[in-house]
């Protein structure tokens, strides 16, 4: 009987040692988002699809030990109530003991979640939300958000900068193409945060481009009828709408639109016009939709895009959007930067990421410090860095359109990225204007 509980003991004091000796062996990487829409989704997929390629080469060289990636899910429901996405942010860190936060998507959610992680100072590497706020907060205050960093898109500014570009384009187009001497635009922007700055860059920026801004329409995001906003818009006469969409609204919006045959251009950014689901969701009236992107199947930013893109439509049957820039954030940002520190001290992780300057699925990521030297950890956007692409919806498939001998300034290299082709108006548009 001696012998037999000493047995029982030294096997549960190995079992013990060998448990704790495994604790601390994994990295445990929270991937917080609207889990129940396909943004969530996103986030989790390309979370997955990164985690599973460290673990494939035997995990994260911490040191001298290899650390495999654990992922923790976490709901944020953050279209529908901040107090949920907190306390999924919360739950992350104090009970999953996460060590690093990815993710995030609506602005107003996320800047609660952004307090909470640097008050525990994990590193939060935003995958959604383009606010210039959540970066401007890190040159204010720079020790309390220091570990915080912009992981896509490139900020609000950048998106409407880029946004211009793209209409512009349209707007050269139809000048060409259809005679219109001036060039009537509608701004329709949904009521969210992260809308609001760019309503007053395109009202003063529009006319500056030769254009006239008709008049301004912010439907709800979760709008099920826009039917009054269309008819506003087509009374005025608009030969382009400029859309600033996120959320179901870019659905309903195009749906609606393509019903009524509105003889005007949609253009600018519609995040659900981002997806393979699109034409299916708007029951093919999508049909000529541009939109701003991150990736187009058959369309390269650099040397990277292709395996990510093919991958990720092998794996889960749909073209990524640009939550699933998780893959990103683990394979091109968090594990390279890991292995050059050999700890998960975040202080130090902090300190190479401000200097590092690397290639990711969509493009070259260089962090930013604003005018007066101060660190922003947001992103640099231009020609060799990143630019996102232009897309436009032709006949059932998501081409890439832009950039397409594009020249940031007149000095600037042209730059066409592999796989683009031209931008198509719609037929009844032509049927109206073509003289």
Not at 10 to 17: K, Q
Not at 209 to 237: F, H, Y
């Amino acid at each position: 009987m001696e012998k037999l509980c000493k047995g029982i003991l030294l096997v549960a004091i190995v079992f013990l040692f060998a448990a704790s000796s495994a604790i601390g062996q994994e990295i445990k990487i929270g991937v917080i988002g609207p889990m129940q829409f396909v943004q969530g989704q996103g986030h989790w997929n390309g979370a997955i699809m990164g985690a599973e390629e460290i673990n494939a080469k035997g995990g994260i060289q911490v040191a001298n030990k290899k650390m495999k990636i654990q992922l923790i899910k976490a709901d944020s429901n953050e279209f529908i109530n901040i107090t949920d996405a907190t306390n999924a942010m919360e739950r992350l860190i104090t009970r999953d003991k996460a060590d690093f936060i990815l993710g995030g998507f609506r602005t107003e959610a996320v800047l609660a979640m952004q307090d909470i992680a640097m008050e525990h100072k994990k590193i939060f590497i935003g995958v959604g939300a383009a606010h210039d706020e959540l970066c401007n907060r890190v040159a204010k205050n720079y020790n309390t958000y220091k570990y915080w960093f912009r992981g896509s898109p490139f900020n609000s500014t950048f998106l409407v900068r880029t946004s211009f570009i793209h209409l512009g384009t349209v707007g050269a187009i139809l000048r060409q193409f259809l005679n219109i001497p001036k060039v009537k635009v509608a701004i329709v922007a949904e009521k969210a945060m992260w809308a609001d700055p760019m309503i007053p860059a395109a009202e003063a920026v529009i006319p500056k481009m030769g254009m006239e801004v008709v008049g301004v329409w912010r439907p709800s995001d979760k709008a099920t009828d826009v039917a009054a906003e269309l008819s506003a818009i087509q009374r005025t006469g608009a030969h382009v709408i400029f859309t600033i969409f996120s959320a179901s609204v870019g659905i309903t919006f195009a749906r609606q639109a393509g019903e009524l045959k509105i003889p005007a251009m949609q253009v600018g950014i519609n995040v659900e016009a981002q997806k393979d689901g699109f034409w299916q969701a708007t029951q093919g009236m999508g049909n000529y939709v541009f939109t701003m992107n991150t990736y187009a199947r058959g369309v390269e930013s650099n040397e990277n895009t292709k395996a990510f893109v093919d991958t990720y439509v092998k794996r889960f049957g749909e073209t990524p959007t640009y939550t699933a820039d998780t893959y990103s954030a683990i394979v091109y940002t968090l594990a390279p930067t890991i292995e050059m520190a050999g700890t998960l001290d975040p202080d130090k992780l902090v300190s190479i990421l401000e200097e590092r300057v690397y290639k990711s699925a969509s493009g070259t990521v260089k962090y930013m410090k604003d005018a007066q030297g101060r660190h922003t950890h947001d992103l640099t956007w231009g020609p060799g860095y990143l630019t996102a692409i232009g897309v436009q919806w032709q006949d059932g498939e998501l081409k890439g359109v832009w950039p397409n001998k594009w020249k940031a300034t007149p000095e600037a290299p042209e730059i066409t990225y592999k796989g683009v082709v031209p931008v198509k108006i719609p037929p009844w548009m032509i049927e109206k204007y073509k003289k």
